[in-house]
Every structure is written in structure tokens, then in C-alpha cells.
């Protein structure tokens, strides 16, 4: 089983737009550089396994290349893509200047995540992994959306919170147990599986 680090920092993680499923996708099939804290992984090697990359990340790859250019452009220091010999070379930067903003993710995680297709279900797993590294905690809905890039003002969104960590509970990602407060409400202690 691998262990791959994939970023935590506060920046990406919060913002909707950064799209963890094409940096997990990376990432994955990607070679980790342990002295420059980067992934890469370059066309021509995707082209020979692109197949299992479409089949593993249930997108295809056209959808998470155009996600990755894209990024490359908003988040300068989080992906680059270079060509090199005439073959686009990504490369995915997972730490900062500290060495740190990163956590590790066993493979077999990864796939289950990617299956749900979804940048969110990534954030969220990734955000309660590292709140919940230590200890169970308490953490409701709001926290999750305003801490992956989702207005928790919108019902839809919380739904959309509720499904989430119910998919990851059904795939023995996390924990959820309900507890009482004060005897009117009831919160959702996580814990990491």
C-alpha cells in the first residue's frame, strides 16, 4: 500500500474551484519527488496507462487534463505544466515553504474516493482526517461547507454534507456518531476509520 501526500493548505482546500479530483487523479498515478515535494507525471506516460487512469478516476482523462490547465493558470504554485520534448509534464506541488500543509492518504483510500467523482467528497474526507487525527470531534455541516469552498447557507449544500460523510461511512472512511446537545439538538462526532 502507498502513502500519498496530498495538500491541506487552507487556500486550496477552501476555494470551489481548486479541484481535488484532477489533483488525486495526478497525484495517484504521478511519481512523488520526496526533496522537492512535488508529483509528476508527464502525457507520455498517462497515454500508455490512460485506460486505467479513466477507469480508476470514473472521468475521463480529457476532463481532468482540461481541470489541471486550468488550475495551472489560477494556482501558479500548486500545479505547473510544462512541456518538455514535446510532452506536457505536470507537476503537483503537495507541501509549502515549511514543509508542511500536507497530509498522507493510503492509495486504496484514494480510489474509493475518486469513485464518488466529486472534488467535495475529497475535501471533505481530506479536512476531517486532519481534524480528526488526534481525537474524535464535533463538527457540523456549516464548518465542513465554509471550509471547502461550499456556502453553508444553502440547504442544498448541507444535504449535500449529509450525503457525503454518509458515502464515505458506508465505504469505512469515517465515523459518525450522534450525540446530544443540551438535550435539543443533535451533533455529529467524527472520527477517522
Known sequence: MRKIPVIIEKEFLG???????????????????LKKRNILIDSKHIKSIKEDIEKISNKAWLTTYKSLVKMSVAYKKLVKVK??????????????????????????????????????TIKTYLLLKMLCKDEDKIITRNYICDNIGLSSKSAANLDKITKITDFLQENNLIKKVYVNNNGCTKNIMYSIV
Request: proline share 0%; glycine share 4%; charged share 30%.
Open 83 to 120: 512541456k518538455i520534448k514535446k510532452e506536457n509534464t505536470y507537476t503537483i506541488s503537495y507541501s509549502n515553504k515549511k514543509n508542511k500543509g500536507y497530509i498522507l492518504v493510503d492509495d486504496d483510500i484514494i480510489k474509493i474516493l475518486l469513485k464518488n467523482r466529486d472534488s467535495s
Open 15 to 33: 476555494d470551489k474551484n481548486c479541484d481535488y479530483h484532477a489533483l488525486m487523479v495526478a497525484s495517484y498515478f504521478g511519481v512523488n519527488d
